[in-house]
């Protein structure tokens, strides 16, 4: 058996495929850079941002963030014209300087801002935080809350 190296076919016919053929290699050059290495990845696409989820009942509404690994120290709610934003920053952890071989979890700061659906009375916000899950309680403000009307 004979092992033939690949060599690219010759394009010089075609040259628009010619210029498609150059721009794959380019690409494929751009994105073997270091600066690209996975240990580095997140820091080039902003950072993370976690899971939100809003709810609503007849009360309040409820937001819901996966904030695992976080102290609740790190973490900062506002709310501000209608819009709730909860920033904060996960530390990366190593004990006793050790290199890591893999990181899969993501490092940095976040900030995530969400338009809330009603108005919401602010000197009633409350937050919890259990088991890496944030719980942002905002009461609805007595306008929006639905109304009862009786026939007379």
């Given at each position: ?19 498609w ?6 690409l ?33 509404v ?91």
């Amino acid at each position: 058996m004979e092992l033939t190296r690949y060599q690219s076919p010759n394009l010089s016919q075609w040259p628009t495929l010619d210029r498609w053929s150059n721009l794959r290699e380019e690409l494929d050059s751009l994105l073997d850079l270091p600066f690209l290495a996975n240990s580095h990845r997140q820091d080039l696409f902003s950072g993370w941002s976690p899971a939100l989820d809003l709810y609503q009942n007849n009360d309040n509404v409820v937001a819901v963030l996966e904030l695992a690994g976080m102290r609740k120290e790190d973490i900062e709610i506002s709310l501000h014209d209608g819009m709730l934003t909860i920033s904060g920053e996960r530390k990366r952890s190593s004990a006793n300087g050790e290199k890591a071989e893999r990181t899969e979890r993501y490092v940095g700061s976040f900030r995530r801002t969400v338009s809330l659906p009603v108005q919401v009375d602010a000197s009633k916000v409350s937050a919890t935080y259990r088991d890496g899950i944030l719980t942002v309680t905002l009461p609805k403000a007595e306008e929006a809350k639905p109304k009862r009307i009786e026939v007379a």
